[in-house]
């Protein structure tokens, strides 16, 4: 396939900006001193033990063994023997735009400081939203927003998408949606090529990340090669890892209009499964590596299939009540065998993707059936290292460094250290002995603020209340 896209090595001249920052209105005046942590180093898969965390405003000042760090005589002292703490969480693709504010009460006791909304939604909701953050005096994660869309004519979601059919609307559109005060821009999949080619130009002038799923009309690697930030889910490899790509992208653009385009994408996708072919998906990994593209897998969204018991302990936070099933892509097909051997597929493809290199990003495609906000991001990381088998270091880097690393902002976030933002999550257990672990929250750290077990369970009580049910 020709491949005209700008050279890979452009890449590394993005500009990405930082996530949006929350002013809280509360902001600490005092300072904060965790006593005799154990601090978690997830950069280095290591834990430094009984330290002293002095967060002055929504800052770490500084972290020192307990034996020699001198706490500041107007701070608020907690006495943190035993526990560990680790960087505040990032779901890096969530769509909790609207109700943002219900969202928190229980994306902040599970401990998510920072979200990345991927599109779909309205940019007035994503005005409004904004203007609300800066009056907050509720603890709420950081913001980072694409508010829409990006796709073809027509646009595969019409509800919250924008269409750009002709390259030459590529600069006028990306100044509407900045103004529209969007953080990055999100492509969908059935952008044509020249559009993309176009946008992602306009991105790299303007240090905009671009983010979101491969169109059809390119390969993952041309992507990576134009500069995107982020590929979205993991399902989007399959076809690009086909020995039969080229016929498999025919096939899938007559299916669009067959009559029964069920039954065919199912046949095409039990071909792929077939026709996959390992050195070269390894090699697609090995490119996306090499251009420093992320991938977010969302890989917890493909192995939910049915209710569990679980989810009716999680339910009560959320209006609705508990659907049927988890979501079920066309390729998936209607009975559970197929749906194992898709979902073993994808789990191996997020493995491969870790070991070539590729920086993964952790995601739970919140506001999916049975993908609960905040409780489901605990689960895609177990899921990361059960089924995709990273290690827990690596399942925790995907939610606290390399989200940082993705928004060039590691002097700032994803580790803790002096100057980094006091966003904070401690832990009656360590999470790099068991990835379960981070479930296990006795308190948050939110722009600086120490909000504690109680007032967290309170926060969840509080959402419960607005689903119109009973804690």
Known sequence: MKRDLVPAAALFAIACSAPSPVTHRDSPARGLALRHVNVVDVEHGAVIPDQTIIISGSRILSVQPASKARVPSDARVIDAHGSYVMPGLWDMHAHVLANYERFASVLIPNGVTGIRHPGNSRLDTLRAVRARLGRATMPLPRLSAAGVLIDGNPP?????????????NASVLADSLLASGV??????????????????????????PL????????????LSDAGIRSIEHAFEFPLACSNREADMRHLHARAEGAAD????????????????????CIEIFKHLARNGTFV???????????VTA???AVARYFAGGIPARGLVLPEFGDTDDRARRWYEALAGLVGEMNRSGVMLLAGTDTDAPLIWA???????LQTLVDDAQLTAAEALRAATVNPARYFAATDSMGTIGPGKVADLVLLLGNPLSDI????????????GRYVQRQELDQMLASAARAAGRSQ
């Open 156 to 168: 595969a979601r019409p509800t919250g998408s924008v269409m750009l059919a002709d390259a030459g």
């Open 183 to 208: 953080d990055f821009f999100k492509v969908y999949s059935r952008l044509k090529r020249e559009p993309f080619i176009a946008l992602a130009a306009e991105a790299r002038r303007r240090g905009v």
């Open 211 to 222: 983010t979101g799923h491969v169109p059809r009309a390119l390969t993952p690697e041309e």
């Open 261 to 280: 385009q069920r039954t065919v994408r199912m046949a095409i996708a039990d071909t792929l499964l077939r026709t996959y072919d390992r050195n070269k």
């Open 296 to 306: 977010t897998p969302t890989l917890y969204l493909y192995k939910r299939r049915g």
């Open 310 to 312: 679980a989810d009716s």
């Open 374 to 380: 905040g409780f489901s991001l605990h689960e895609e």
């Open 436 to 447: 379960r672990h981070t479930r296990r929250i006795t308190a948050v750290v939110v722009n």
